[in-house]
Structures are given as C-alpha cells and as structure tokens.
C-alpha cells in the first residue's frame, strides 16, 4: 500500500470515528435531557420512546438503504425541543429542527445537518407536511411505529401526565393511534 493510499484510509477512519462520537455526544445530551426534572414527560419518553423511536428508524433504514447516521440523528433530536421545555410543543417540530443547527459546532457538515433538520420538521403525524427523503419517510414511521410499541407509554401520558380521566385518555390515546397508523401508512 503506497503512503497516500495509507492516509486515504486513515481520513476515512477518522471521519467515520469523529461522526460515531458525535451520535454517542447527542444520545448522551438527549438521555440527560430526559433525566431532568423539567422534563414534562419523565424519564421514560427516553426509554419507552426515543430509544425505540432510534431502534425502529435505524431498522428500516437499514431494510430501505437509506441513511443510518441521519435517521439516527434525526430520530435522537426529533422530540427534544419538547424534552428540554414542554411549552415548546406545539412547535416541537421546528424548534428541535433549529436546535439541530448545534451540531456545526462539533464540524458535521451542513449538508447532512440540513437532512437531519428535514426529518424532525416533517415527523409528526398531526402536521401535514411532504417529506421529502427516504429518511423524512423512515423517521415519522419510526416515531408512529413507537407508539404501537409502547401503548403502555401513551396510557401513562394520558392519565399521570394529562390527568384525563378514563374516557378522556381512551379517546386521546386511540387518536394518538389512528393518526400514527394513517403516517405509518403514508395515507
Ligand atoms: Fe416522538
């Protein structure tokens, strides 16, 4: 291997380890975030959502070969504006794709961090906006997909949480379902 080719492969290395340090900054930001006490949601939307949100998106992309670093990314940010203060979640979508923009800071480059950006916009169910990108796709079918994998979560939101009482939270909850089982569908 001539001297160039051995720092070809060095660069590369490096660079797949700086992103992979990256993710592991974020997941440790976003699980601290979670751990707070200002977090409206306790603890368990890291554990019971964010986590399975990352799990299922990671899954899919690997199933569509779509890109695992951005859905990753992507999937680890798309709720925590609403993490870090609930009086942001009407506008979750926006304001965790602005608070995206940090990652330039650690040298991630801006057109990744502009794909990233796209998929927390475009993730929720309630808001319809076209998604662009395999990974805008994949990352708001994760998100539904989480709730079909953590009922128990969404019961805890609407009766500790919210204080609904039963027939308020069976009806919250089954819209909260439908509306994830139409995005999931894409319909
Ligand atoms: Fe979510």
């Given at each position: 291997?001539?001297?160039?080719?051995?720092?070809?492969?060095?660069?590369?290395?490096?660079?797949?380890?700086?992103?992979?340090?990256?993710?592991?900054?974020i997941r440790?930001?976003?699980?601290?975030?979670?751990?707070?006490?200002?977090?409206?949601?306790?603890?368990?939307?890291?554990?019971?959502?964010?986590?399975?949100?990352?799990?299922w998106a990671k899954t899919l992309a690997r199933k569509s070969n779509a890109d695992e670093e951005i859905v990753e990314i992507a999937a680890l940010l798309h709720d925590y504006a609403s993490i870090v203060n609930i009086n942001n979640y009407s506008g979750h979508h926006t304001c965790g794709a602005e608070l995206a923009e940090e990652i330039k800071k650690h040298g991630y480059p801006q057109d990744k961090?502009?794909?990233?950006k796209?998929?927390?916009?475009?993730?929720?169910s309630s808001?319809?906006?076209?998604?662009?990108?395999?990974?805008?796709?994949?990352?708001?079918?994760?998100?539904?997909?989480?709730?079909?994998?953590?009922?128990?979560?969404?019961?805890?939101?609407?009766?500790?949480?919210?204080?609904?009482n039963v027939d308020e939270g069976a009806k919250w909850v089954l819209n909260k379902l439908e509306k994830a089982g139409k995005n999931h569908t894409g319909s």
């Open positions: 291997m001539s001297s160039k080719s051995s720092i070809q492969v060095k660069l590369v290395l490096d660079e797949e380890m700086r992103n992979e340090e990256i993710i592991n900054e440790k930001i976003v699980e601290n975030a979670c751990k707070k006490e200002t977090n409206y949601f306790g603890y368990g939307i890291w554990t019971h959502h964010i986590t399975s949100v990352v799990k961090i502009e794909k990233i796209h998929c927390i916009v475009t993730h929720r808001i319809d906006l076209p998604r662009k990108t395999i990974e805008a796709k994949i990352v708001a079918s994760a998100d539904a997909m989480s709730f079909f994998d953590n009922i128990h979560s969404l019961l805890y939101l609407a009766y500790i949480r919210h204080k609904m």
